[in-house]
């Protein structure tokens, strides 16, 4: 999709200037005389696909507005048309307007949105079928917003909680490699004057200073990144189930993983309850879409065991690895008739659980990071002054 990079006057004679994606140059003239802007000139501009992300936040607000639409009375393909100007993404605005024109040309509304899955996965995409077929898809709509919306929320949080321990972290790795490579080579021809055997720590500071500053180091940092990607590429592509076991392994790292799948799985689980899907066909959906190979597992398993005709609390209780107030919950929906809200709380015991491990996580991460700079400087200061001191004794 085009985009442009344009230079327009509007009614009163100012210059305006900006960015725009759109079909062609006619296109953009249509769309900046809608705005009361007359096209003077305009060129097209490179934009690479990884400077406009599709983030949770981008497809909340996107059927947040369509949603609004359809509810003021627009036909589907208008209100498509409508949210595709009114975005700046030239990526979603592709999107949007190939399916306002394959709905426009005859298209189904479900064959569109197969073809979209940068922006709906396989959970919304038959959230958004559903809604369709029964009429309710502006409900759809509102849902599928909530539902990024609300992984939107959770990502902004996460990154809130690491943000700080990351920083700590790159200060430690900077301070680092600045002792390494401008502090220590200082000393060298200093401690090489004094003539005479040098302890054991200021050799060792010595040769770990000149390894980092050789190409030797660049080789191994360049090996080293070749091998992990390499190994993540199979684990990840080919064998997802070893990538998984190792992950899930890993102290806080495991369980942190593990209460985030678990919360988004439980999230889209009630709304496709809510949406009025039958909880076999939720279940068997949420199975084939989720990722991670031990939750997939979980899932299949409630999937068999609801089909066969058991509850869904019983099932989540022989499986023994869900939470008693998760299957307290969900028997309380189940006796109540409100599954779908019970699951939305028991994704929201989840979230929960996850903010306090994170939390956990970062209140041991950052001191150790700090103790180790510490560490670190402290023996700096040893292996400079030791042969200083055994200088000292000698006279």
């Not at 008739?337 to 491990?357: F, I, R, W």
Request: aromatic share 10%; charged share 15%.
């Amino acid at each position: 999709m085009p985009y442009f990079k344009w230079v327009g006057v509007n009614a009163i004679g100012s210059t305006k200037r900006g960015k725009q994606v759109a079909h062609s140059s006619q296109d953009l003239s249509e769309q900046l005389l809608k705005q009361g802007i007359a096209l003077l000139d305009c060129k097209t501009i490179h934009a690479p696909s990884f400077l406009w992300p599709v983030t949770a936040q981008v497809k909340g607000n996107l059927f947040q507005q369509k949603a609004k639409l359809l509810r003021a009375g627009l036909l589907l393909p208008h209100a498509l048309t409508i949210v595709a100007q009114q975005s700046h993404n030239p990526i979603v605005y592709d999107i949007l307007f190939n399916m306002s024109s394959d709905i426009q040309q005859g298209g189904s509304f479900a064959q569109s949105l197969e073809k979209c899955d940068k922006l709906c996965n396989q959970i919304v995409t038959v959230m958004l079928i559903a809604g369709d077929e029964s009429g309710n898809l502006i409900n759809a709509m509102e849902n599928v917003a909530l539902y990024f919306h609300k992984q939107h929320v959770f990502n902004k949080n996460i990154r809130a909680v690491l943000a700080m321990p990351l920083l700590t972290l790159l200060f430690f790795v900077g301070i680092t490699c600045f002792i390494f490579v401008f502090i220590i080579p200082r000393f060298i021809d200093m401690f090489n004057s004094l003539q005479q055997e040098l302890p054991p720590l200021t050799r060792f500071m010595i040769e770990v200073s000149e390894f980092i500053r050789s190409p030797s180091m660049i080789y191994l940092l360049g090996c080293s990144a070749i091998v992990i990607f390499i190994v993540y590429r199979y684990c990840a592509t080919r064998n997802k189930k070893i990538w998984n076991n190792i992950i899930i392994k890993m102290p806080f790292l495991g369980s942190i993983i593990w209460q985030h799948q678990m919360s988004q799985a439980l999230q889209a689980l009630s709304l496709l309850v809510n949406s009025g899907m039958t909880l076999v066909t939720a279940l068997a959906i949420i199975g084939k879409s989720v990722e991670h190979f031990l939750v997939k597992s979980q899932l299949l398993f409630l999937h068999d065991e609801v089909a066969s005709g058991q509850l869904l609390s019983g099932a989540m209780s022989t499986a023994s690895i869900f939470l008693p107030e998760i299957i307290a919950l969900t028997h309380i929906g189940e006796e109540t008739g409100t599954l779908g809200q019970s699951l939305e709380s028991a994704a929201s015991v989840y979230s929960d659980n996850l903010e306090v491990q994170l939390k956990r996580f970062i209140f041991f991460l950052q001191p150790a990071i700090i103790i180790l700079l510490g560490l670190l400087v402290t023996t700096l200061i040893f292996a400079v002054y030791l042969p200083i001191m055994q200088l000292s004794y000698v006279i």
